[in-house]
């Protein structure tokens, strides 16, 4: 009996051990590659072009890895948790694409040494903690050029969130692109103090459209601005996502930006344990950056003028804060032949010329 | 400013105000009666992501509306048993449907973020919307507007010049003379609470289905606090509520516009402006304390026990 017991214990182990490690192996096969995102997905906006760029990740790798993403968690200590749980489940790479993950992120890193980490919009890295941003502000002067030859009025409205430099740069990149192609313009800035509050966004828009406004831009997160536009028939240039649906006279164009290359990039050297720490800051050229289609009512002459910028940045031959470029005081604050270095534009905290009003301190 | 801009304010400022005329009155009645929830954000969102799911499956206002005003009641409902049935504490329990709504609207919104609706026409009414100025500040409004004017007429009505409206004020002053009366305390608080959570609820779906119109997690943001300020600085009377309610839009309207036109002030400082100004406002036309004392309901926030008497 005793032996018989054995042997039925014996089989049991070695049933448990076989059933284990074709578990182990399947899980290890593939690369499980975690996301958190701040906000639900939707149909536009900023975690909607994370998820797109995880979509198209899954597309270009799918048979080599698995993603998994976590929306709407809040920057935190909810964050700090969620991401050590995906590390815990065997994420070995994950992004965090929201600025308030940088220390929950940092901190699990620390945890994690053998995984890896990207956190977007941050300025922190560690060894194993990456980051990565988009150049929004070529996206921007993009679309100024657009707006200034759109425009009847000569007044740009902007809605914008809170003054820190990542905003003001693409204020300023706008209004530059809108003086290339037409030098009377005037930018009107709103300030709504913060990201996401449709009630405010439209608030803002009508006071615009009402002070002469007929190009609205926004750098917030909802459809409030382009919805206004329609309604009030002027133009509308989205940001993050293409919101053509939402105003399909108003909507210009948008000012987006797309995740796909660099997440498959990156995913592609964790495979290929090549990954190093890196701060990437990619635009046009690294296809990060791109325009939304544009809306039939743009001639074709300012269509192909966008074309032949957006080459010119792409080639290096042209940057949007290429001098001289003047600060409201009409001070040259970059010289002819010149263009801003990457510290400078990082820390901007001025208005160029064309902007009206001044920057809330 | 030129004139031009200066009405555009004030038409801008009754839409904007209307939120809060919706849940500030709805809140009033409530305290009225008595009792104080600080639920109303909570009753908001809810109310705004029902009214939402409405408009979006079936188009039609009039189911939106209703959808709004049941959810906000249901959830005034929640209240009301904790606090009429159970005896809870009134400020425990408001503060937990706030926390509760706000939870519960994020989940019911998840399929709904940023999807766009149409918006609500404006009615212009033949004649009157002609009329220069008044025609555009009074009579080129959606019908959400138009109702809350009636409404604050009708609940100014019944408040002060009805027989069921005295005793709903006297319900708030003395429940223990009114119980020794016969009426039912406790039903009519339970009415007065479902009617204010049906307001809030209103309140919302004027936002989410009128005013923006899309749904957005946390959108209401904090105007129900703003309402539920109102009707204090307000010292529980529906024309002064009325107009904190526009004065708070009309200075939140007029913010933007001086930061349009360039005008060297913090936009911190101006997005705090309407809150400082409508409390100055209110504060000083309602400073007499003698109307305070006669028009605050004596008993508002005390748990009343109909058994113990």
């Known amino acids: 009996m005793a032996s018989m017991k054995k042997k039925v214990l014996s089989v049991f182990i070695l049933l448990v051990c076989v059933a284990g490690f074709s578990l182990s192996a399947s899980a ?44 709407s968690v809040p920057e935190g200590p909810e964050a700090e948790r ?101 030098p009377d313009i005037q930018v009107k800035v ?61 909507h210009l164009t948008a000012a987006t930006h797309t995740y796909g290359e660099f997440y498959t990039k990156t995913t592609q050297a964790v495979l290929d344990n090549t990954w190093k720490s890196d701060s990437v800051w990619s635009g046009i050229k690294e296809g990060s950056i791109k325009l939304a289609p544009m809306n039939a009512a743009i001639p074709a002459e300012v269509v192909a003028l966008v074309e032949k910028t957006t080459k010119d940045i792409a080639a290096g031959s042209f940057h949007p804060f290429q001098g001289p470029v003047k600060d409201q005081s009409g001070k040259v604050v970059v010289e002819a032949g010149k263009s801003l270095s990457d510290e400078d534009l990082l820390g901007m905290n001025y208005y160029v010329e064309g902007v009206l009003g001044n920057i809330p301190k | 400013m030129d004139f031009e801009i200066f009405i555009h304010i004030l038409i801008a400022a009754i839409a904007a105000g209307t939120p809060f005329v919706y849940a500030a009155l709805g809140e009033l009645i409530t305290e009225k009666s008595g009792v104080l929830n600080l639920g109303v954000e909570g009753m908001m969102l809810v109310g705004a992501i029902s009214g939402f799911i409405a408009m979006a499956k079936t188009g039609s206002l009039l189911v939106a509306v209703l959808c709004g005003m049941a959810a906000g009641a249901l959830m005034a409902g929640i209240f009301a048993v904790l606090t009429l049935t159970l005896m809870a504490n009134q400020v425990a329990s408001g503060l937990a449907l706030t926390i509760f709504g706000v939870g519960l609207s ?60 005295l005793l709903l004020r006297g319900i708030g002053e003395a429940p223990k003379s009114a119980h020794a009366l016969g009426y039912n305390v406790i039903k009519i608080r339970y009415i007065a609470v479902l009617v204010g959570g049906a307001m809030a609820g209103l309140g919302g779906v004027y936002l989410s289905v009128a005013y923006t119109p899309m749904w957005v997690e946390g959108m209401v943001a904090g105007r129900g606090w703003v309402s539920l300020a109102l009707v204090v600085f307000a010292s529980w009377r529906p024309a002064r509520v009325m107009l904190g309610a526009y004065l708070f839009g009309a200075i939140t309207i007029a913010q933007f516009h001086v930061q349009g036109f360039g005008i060297d002030i913090p936009a911190q400082l101006l997005s705090m402006l309407p ?14 304390r003698n109307t305070i004392r006669l028009n605050s309901p004596a008993s508002l926030g005390i748990t009343y026990h109909p058994d113990n008497q």
């Open chain 2, 275 to 288: 809150y400082v100004a409508t409390i100055v406002v209110l504060v000083v036309i309602s400073r007499d």
């Open chain 2, 106 to 165: 994020a989940f019911l919104g998840l399929d709904y973020t940023s999807i766009a609706l149409g918006g609500v026409a404006d009615i212009n009414i033949p004649f009157l919307s002609t009329l220069p100025v008044v025609g555009q500040l009074f009579f080129s409004h959606d019908i959400l507007i138009y109702s809350s004017g009636v409404l604050f007429v009708a609940i100014s009505w019944f408040l002060y010049k009805s027989k069921a409206g």
């Open chain 1, 82 to 182: 969620v991401i050590r749980d995906l590390a815990q489940s065997g994420h070995d790479l994950i992004f965090t694409t929201s600025f308030g993950y940088m220390n929950p992120t940092l901190k699990v890193a620390k945890m994690f040494p053998k995984k890896h980490f990207e956190h977007s919009t941050g300025y922190k890295t560690a060894k194993n903690v990456g980051t990565y941003m988009c150049r929004f502000y070529e996206g921007r002067y993009l679309t100024g050029i657009v707006a200034g030859k759109m425009t009847k009025s000569n007044t740009l409205g902007y809605v914008a969130a809170f003054p820190i430099p990542e905003v003001i740069r693409g204020i300023n990149a706008f209004t530059l692109g809108a003086k290339s192609v037409n």
């Open chain 1, 28 to 71: 290890e096969d593939k690369l499980k590659v975690g996301f958190v995102y701040i906000s639900p997905i939707g149909d536009a906006g900023w975690t909607y072009q994370h998820d797109l760029g995880r979509l198209e990740l899954e597309k270009n790798l799918g048979d080599k890895i698995v993603t998994k993403y976590i929306e």
């Open chain 1, 190 to 250: 709103i300030w709504v103090n913060s990201w996401f509050d449709p009630g405010k966004e439209r608030e803002a828009s009508e006071a615009l459209i009402t002070q002469g406004a007929d190009v609205i831009t926004h750098h917030t997160d909802s459809t409030a601005p382009t919805l206004t536009a329609e309604e009030k028939g002027v133009y509308a240039i989205a940001y993050h996502s293409d919101m053509s649906k939402y105003g399909p006279k108003a």
